[in-house]
């Protein structure tokens, strides 16, 4: 039995078993990504749901603050649930808290302490509104506190306090989008209270979106944003989890490093095994141990960039991927040999098909070894050199009968492959039909529309097995379950 030729197999499945590693790493890490996702957005729109319900029933439905006050409550709920969805969504922890207890601060965000003012009476842009608190709290500010006003309010304030006095000369004198006036009043506010513009902030959303006629639009226009927030993540996920240039590099380095010091290693045994001490090593061994190992890290280089490509690219078994390298090596050599005259025709022909056969049991052994050893790397070796083993065995020693009977258990397990090939095809389809029936129920049950997410919960329920006399799926059954 060949020694050399069983290790040098089973260094090439090993280069292929780490490249298909290195692969199942990052689908796994797409899988786990996706599947934390789908918390995250399942998570944010649970907090807008909860946030819009709590404006409805607390706010709207009690009138609570009346006709001119109402608008401020929810302003206070909608910068919660907006903003600790926009941090769920995308794997964050939620960030603001809510007082609500008519005190002088409003929100809490981590050690922030906020105070909202939405007022558009008078075109102040809720600087007088901010003015007051402030003399209510005088200290308010100097212990480290913030003003939040509506977004449209700020930007606007932004605009005046960077605008020059020539051009706010030119401006209307009191009306208009801009006027002198409000030019004025911005830049005596922050002079007279002495207010640096950073303790003013503003809200995620403008005055007009905080309105009880207005605000189920802006929460429905969050809810798509955080959708297109969703779909970002999962994208970025992916494009991580792709093969890269980077990763193939270090593919084809490795695979040159490990082969050319197989090589070396392999060469030095080899002369030290004909007699000679690697003492006695002259300066032409030293050179033909120095090409051997050249030509061994070339190799590697070509087979690990080869192999990358292939399983990254085509749908191409890291075993397979590492025996086609192998063979294209050895039928490229056989080609040489042929067009020298050193073999003739029918030699190259005969040549290259035991090559090729080599090469099919060596993946082959590797494919079975990693199944029945689920370990990376060691269960392609150990498959590669017992089927390599046993087969040089056969193909040395055994007699004809007993190597019919070799060829024959190849031939089933060659057939064997192609089966579980075409049934592991099968079962993925039928997991990918699977999993697009799950995610348009689940669509579905997360629906904006209530009447259509109950609907869609319901659907869901039964589809994932639960009794129809436990599914909430009529007005009478919920009365019963929260009241009863």
């Given at each position: 039995m060949n020694a050399e030729k069983v290790v040098k197999s089973g260094q090439e499945q090993a280069v292929g078993a780490w490249i298909n590693y290195l692969n199942q790493v990052r689908l796994d890490r797409l899988a786990e990504a996706l599947s934390k996702q789908n918390i995250n957005f399942a998570t944010a729109m649970e907090t807008i749901e909860t946030a819009f319900a709590a404006i409805r029933h607390d706010i709207?439905?009690?009138?609570?603050?009346?006709?001119?006050?109402?608008?401020?409550?929810?302003?206070?709920?909608?910068?919660?649930?907006?903003?600790n969805a926009r941090q769920q969504i995308v794997a964050k922890s939620a960030i603001y808290v809510w007082i609500n207890d008519n005190g002088p601060d409003d929100l809490h965000r981590g050690a922030d302490v906020i105070q909202q003012k939405f007022v558009q009476a008078g075109g102040h842009l809720s600087l007088r509104a901010v003015a007051e608190h402030l003399r209510r709290y005088p200290e308010y500010l100097t212990e480290g506190h913030k003003y939040q006003i509506p977004k449209d309010h700020y930007d606007k304030?932004?605009?005046?306090?960077?605008?020059?006095?020539?051009?706010?000369?030119?401006?209307?004198?009191?009306?208009?989008?801009?006027?002198?006036?409000?030019?004025?009043?911005?830049?005596?506010?922050?002079?007279?209270?002495?207010?640096?513009?950073?303790?003013?902030?503003?809200?995620?959303?403008?005055?007009?979106?905080?309105?009880?006629?207005?605000?189920?639009?802006?929460?429905?226009?969050?809810?798509?944003?955080?959708?297109?927030?969703?779909?970002?993540?999962?994208?970025?996920?992916?494009?991580?989890?792709?093969?890269?240039?980077?990763?193939g590099l270090k593919a084809t380095t490795t695979a040159a490093a490990i082969e050319g010091a197989t090589t070396f290693v392999m060469t030095v045994v080899r002369k030290y095994k004909a007699g000679k001490k690697i003492k006695d090593f002259n300066q032409a061994?030293?050179?033909?141990?120095?090409?051997?190992?050249?030509?061994?890290?070339?190799?590697?280089?070509?087979?690990?960039?080869?192999?990358?490509?292939?399983?990254?690219?085509?749908?191409?078994?890291?075993?397979?991927?590492?025996?086609?390298?192998?063979?294209?090596?050895?039928?490229?050599?056989?080609?040489?040999?042929?067009?020298?005259?050193?073999?003739?025709?029918?030699?190259?022909?005969?040549?290259?098909?035991?090559?090729?056969l080599d090469a099919s049991?060596?993946?082959?052994?590797?494919?079975?070894?990693?199944?029945?050893?689920?370990?990376?790397?060691?269960?392609?070796?150990i498959g590669n050199t017992v089927g390599t083993m046993i087969y040089q065995v056969g193909k040395e020693s055994l007699s004809t009968k007993e190597k019919e009977l070799i060829e024959r258990y190849l031939k089933e397990l060659t057939d064997l492959d192609e089966k579980l090939v075409t049934e592991y095809g099968q079962y993925i389809e039928q997991l990918n039909h699977c999993f697009a029936e799950y995610m348009e129920l689940l669509t579905a049950a997360f629906d904006p529309d209530i009447k259509k997410a109950l609907d869609g919960s319901v659907a869901l329920a039964r589809y994932m097995g639960v009794p129809d006399k436990e599914i909430l799926d009529s007005y009478d059954k919920i009365v019963n379950y929260f009241f009863e």
């Open positions: 709207i439905f009690r009138n609570r603050g009346g006709d001119k006050g109402m608008h401020g409550f929810i302003a206070e709920i909608a910068e919660c649930g907006i903003a304030i932004m605009t005046y306090l960077a605008m020059p006095a020539d051009v706010a000369n030119k401006l209307p004198t009191s009306t208009g989008e801009f006027s002198l006036r409000q030019w004025k009043e911005v830049h005596d506010f922050f002079e007279i209270n002495g207010i640096d513009p950073s303790k003013l902030e503003p809200s995620i959303l403008e005055y007009c979106d905080v309105q009880q006629d207005a605000i189920a639009a802006a929460f429905d226009r969050e809810k798509g944003h955080l959708q297109e927030a969703d779909q970002e993540q999962r994208d970025t996920a992916y494009q991580e989890s792709r093969p890269t240039l980077a990763e061994d030293w050179m033909e141990i120095a090409e051997d190992s050249g030509k061994g890290t070339i190799k590697g280089g070509v087979r690990g960039a080869s192999i990358y490509t292939l399983t990254n690219y085509t749908a191409t078994p890291a075993s397979v991927a590492s025996a086609i390298t192998t063979a294209a090596f050895g039928v490229a050599e056989q080609a040489h040999l042929f067009r020298n005259g050193t073999i003739d025709e029918v030699q190259f022909i005969e040549n290259s098909e035991i090559l090729c049991v060596s993946a082959l052994s590797s494919f079975i070894g990693q199944v029945l050893i689920p370990v990376p790397v060691l269960g392609a070796v």
